[in-house]
């Protein structure tokens, strides 16, 4: 294949077209009129390029600015729902008489929910749209952590947490795709990186909403605010979010064309009068749910995948050890409930800054070199805080630098999976990658959990998960990519 470009003469001008071609195109065409020439222009360049040509090409749009800041609100309320437990797990684990293993299940069965909504709900979208897997996924969430505010057992929980956690995790993947594919080349990392920090925001304002919902309303007023507001989103999702010009191209749904159009006047670009002749695009409809998985693992992208796959494993642990026990851990150290939730609060602002420090930073030099250099930087800060003198103003520093180096590397992960793969995987991929790899938010917390039963302390907790942390990042730079 060769990417190329001819020119096309109409009247007294020359058009400049792109062409992805394997045979010889004459330099210059006569063409009679402007529609015939955007005709033929149709005829012989990729769906691809055209979708490159139509994001990367011109100014940004406002309605890809709304499409970004839309899936990064809708991961802030992820962020919030899924994080509240941290928050309010001193209160529930006294009401239930739950023992620390146990309120370790609770935290891990909704980061199983998320790890199966990753691998099995997200991939879905492949087939029936990025839109609508969205808007089906806000309304998984926000009924379930309705129900959740008035659970009174054991199971109860870990049910309604499961559940919660399998749309959250389904909505991750897909934004992070929906705003990749929204984004021109040059600020794509940056993109999912602003999405991604949606997350560490809904989290980081659990604890200032907690202090003002939870004196009055106890613990289930956190999941009555989180679930309205998530269904209020639901609503708003399916106003305002479009269809990926990418799947609607090349997977053709029900009058694609149009819908197709509608996107193209709110970017302020052409229209088309056809949609583009794509080789194999009745391959590309038919391809199966386990055809598109099976292509993950195939000598092309084997290497790349399992890569993925094991970094993802080893951060995620660290990470949801951190965001589901800090609260509890510094309340169990002798800092008192305020200072734990100052310290959730600080590690999810430093995520935030560490987040859109990566984006920027992505932008000038390769990826996986600053994923590296920020996972192995944090697993220093996590052995840092373990020796620090158990100084109230240290330890809360310490985690908030260790915040920003932390989750400002693992968001790199997900920009890296969203570059890694083409159009027709990069759903199943991304959520894949984030699926298998939140088996370790899985394992994480559930083991913090045990050892926290078994009389080891805050320091020995950091101490041990600072290890996984660091050998994710010596695996990460093995991705080389830029």
């Known amino acids: 294949m060769r990417n190329d470009t001819f020119e096309v003469q109409s009247g007294n001008k020359f058009i400049r077209i792109g062409v992805e071609d394997s045979t010889d195109v004459p330099r210059t065409l006569l063409c009679g009129d402007v529609r015939r020439c955007a005709d033929l222009r149709l005829e012989t360049m990729s769906s691809a390029t055209l979708v490159a040509d139509v994001i990367d090409n011109g100014k940004v749009s406002a309605q890809q600015l709304l499409v970004v800041g839309l899936c990064m609100f ?3 309320l992820d962020g919030f729902d899924i994080t509240a437990m941290a928050i309010v797990a001193g209160q529930v684990s006294s009401e239930l008489a739950l023992s620390p293993d146990r309120l370790g299940w609770i935290f891990s069965f909704a980061l199983a929910g998320m790890m199966a909504g990753a691998m099995f709900l997200a991939p879905v979208s492949d087939i029936i749209g990025r839109r609508s897997l969205i808007i089906i996924s806000v309304t998984l969430v926000g009924v379930s952590v309705l129900f959740t505010a008035n659970a009174t057992t054991l199971v109860e929980f870990m049910l309604l947490r499961f559940v919660s956690g399998v749309g959250a995790g389904a909505m991750l993947a ?20 602003a999405v991604t920090s949606g997350y560490p925001l809904g989290a980081m304002m ?10 009055e309303y106890g613990w289930r007023g956190m999941f009555w605010f989180g679930g309205g507001l998530t269904l209020v989103m639901g609503f708003v999702a399916w106003l305002l979010i479009p ?20 996107i193209l006047l709110k970017l302020k670009k052409d229209t088309l009068s056809d949609l583009p002749q794509v080789e194999a695009i009745e391959k590309k409809q038919k391809a199966s749910f386990a055809a598109t998985l099976l292509k993950l693992l195939s000598k092309r992208h084997r290497g790349v995948t399992l890569t993925l796959w094991a970094t993802f494993f080893l951060c995620f642990a660290t990470l949801y050890f951190l965001m589901s026990w800090i609260p509890k851990l510094m309340e169990d150290a002798g800092y008192g409930v305020h200072v734990g939730r100052q310290a959730f609060f600080l590690f999810n602002l430093g ?23 920020l996972l192995f930087s944090s697993a220093i800060g996590m052995v840092v805080f373990a020796m620090a003198p158990k100084q109230r103003e240290i330890l809360l520093i310490i985690i908030f630098v ?81």
Not at 206 to 215: C, E, R
Not at 431 to 440: C, F, Q, V
């Open 74 to 76: 809708f991961n802030m």
């Open 174 to 193: 897909c934004q992070a795709t929906l705003a990749a594919e929204y984004s021109p080349e040059k600020y794509r990392a940056f993109s999912v990186a």
């Open 206 to 215: 659990t604890s200032v909403i907690a202090a003002w919902l939870m004196p």
């Open 243 to 262: 269809e990926s010009l990418k799947y609607l191209i090349e997977r053709r749904p029900a009058n694609a064309l149009e819908r197709a159009n509608k």
């Open 351 to 373: 995520g935030v800054i560490g987040i859109y420090l990566l984006g920027i930073l992505s932008t000038r030099w390769k990826l996986t070199s600053l994923v590296f250099l």
């Open 402 to 482: 260790v915040g920003v180096l932390q989750q400002g590397g693992f968001t790199g992960l997900y920009g890296a999976a969203a570059k890694a793969y083409p159009t027709e995987i990069r759903s199943t991929g991304i959520g894949w990658s984030i699926g298998l790899g939140r088996s370790g938010a899985v394992i994480g917390p559930a083991l913090a959990g045990y050892l926290i039963a078994a009389g080891l302390d805050m320091s020995a907790n950091f101490y041990i998960f600072a290890v996984p942390m660091a050998v994710g990042g010596l695996i990460a730079y093995r991705l080389h990519i830029r």
